[in-house]
């Protein structure tokens, strides 16, 4: 986003593109829950009426109770509608368990999920209802790890691997790197499949631009689809589906019962590009 | 949106739906260009760093510079792409002129804009670019009337009604009701098309499903679809196709040049309705 700052050249990058200072969400706070600083960032839990417990990390809403299902359903759903037989998943990030418990709806054989902050697994347990169930599932192994060094040393391969991080500032930074993408490619079996958070299509559309072009080097499809998630700045959010041998747009077989938000004509729907974001990927 | 207000009964129906206090999005004020209150609303226009010049109504935000072409384009559009052959466009409400913009793209004859609030049009001539030229053109008419009385009392028929109204509360409410809507069928061609704004999927569902039941009674295709809109609250925004011969996925041509946000695939992936919104519409 070009903004007319004053100030620009003091400013770092990743501080004017991922912060807009300007314009915002704002939640009334009913209650603050949990507020601590871990070895890795500040974490919160609030209250607030309309939205129920909200989980942020340095200050940036992660989920809410009323609203994730926008998020977590369009982050793992595409994928394992496309993938021709899914059963080994990992999770990178994601410690609050929503996109854990969306792979869990399939019919899969295992699920790692690798967050590198254990409190906020520890929080998220305690605050949101679906994150203890779902590591408590035998097909869940939790491990507490950075997510660019797991990939690195782990000898397993995986058919998708999810990539749930938060924005690239703090402790997520190497996930949004090229570095991390070729490694993370290595960890992907031959029809293998990686899904990340993209950034908001509205305010962070130049880092999206430079994540395309680094991407389209290493995955011959390079699919970027789109979602409302209603507590993400602008209202909508990026995602990016990335294979070299499988296409989204190649379903497989239809969604679990019991979702709110994804199903087959959405996920059609969501990999139709506007004019602005036309020019990104390479896969359709 | 059900909210657990503990003053729930004291709260009209409109306000309880269409303020939602505990959330929302924030512009910080750089300058307040413009402050009055007209004969039927308080009329405000700010700078905002990001968004540029935004105009609101009764402290809600009908369009800004940056992001107005989500809207805009996304109410216009549509209608237009679906239409066999559009010549007779009536807008009511819009008086921001964005929504006028838009029609003016295309080939039509003629497009009368009926706006309540002669002040509207005066602040938004004066801080926002597109409605002058879109007044000075040839094809556009300017009648400043209420739009439920102008179409109870005009004789012309037209192709296309758009209202781009402003929500439920204030100079807008008739708008909104069963009974518009019966005079509005009156005034459409027999091919004609209505378009409406139809409220925020995520807060105002409630409002959307009692809208849908009386329009369904009237129209056969009820045809509900969503797009991003940025600065709307939620984020996403739904609008409503209604028409008797016309369907909107069946195009009838491509959309003129030079548009940010829509074209085909666009238009129909978003009649593409997410699983909480699925019993919506009669038409698709």
Chains 1, 2 share one sequence.
Not at 72 to 80: C, I, N, T
Request: some cysteine.
């Amino acid at each position: 986003m070009s903004t007319k700052k004053e100030n620009r050249e003091a400013v770092p990058l990743e501080e004017r593109e991922y912060h807009s200072p300007s314009s915002g969400i704002f939640f009334k706070v009913k209650k603050i829950l949990y507020r601590d600083k871990s070895d890795y960032q500040k974490i919160e839990v609030i209250e607030n009426e309309c939205f129920g417990r909200v989980l942020l990390l340095d200050d940036l809403v992660q989920t809410t109770e009323k609203d994730e299902f926008f998020y977590h359903e369009m982050l793992v759903h595409p994928a394992l509608v496309s993938h021709p037989s899914p059963q080994n998943i990992l999770l990178i990030g994601g410690g609050d368990g929503g996109a854990l418990k969306e792979i869990l709806r399939w019919p899969i054989k295992y699920a790692c999920l690798v967050e590198i902050d254990q409190q906020v697994i520890d929080v998220s347990k305690e605050y949101f209802p679906w994150l203890l169930p779902s590591l408590e599932d035998d097909r869940t192994e939790l491990i507490i790890a950075d997510g660019s060094e797991f990939i690195e040393k782990t000898g397993k391969k995986f058919d998708i691997v999810f990539i749930d991080s938060s924005d690239p500032a703090g402790p997520s930074v190497s996930l949004h790197e090229s570095d991390f993408y070729e490694k993370l490619k290595s960890c992907l079996n031959r029809r293998g499949i990686a899904v990340s958070q993209a950034g908001s299509p509205f305010y962070h559309l130049e880092s999206i631009k430079k994540k395309d072009a680094f991407l389209e080097k290493l995955f011959k499809n390079v699919c970027f689809y789109t979602s409302p998630v209603p507590t993400y700045p602008g209202g909508s959010w990026c995602f990016v589906f990335l294979s070299d041998e499988v296409q989204p747009l190649k379903i497989k077989r239809g969604p679990p019962r019991g979702l709110k938000y994804f199903n087959l004509n959405i996920h059609e729907a969501a990999f139709s590009l506007p004019n602005f974001l036309k020019d990104l990927g390479s896969g359709d």
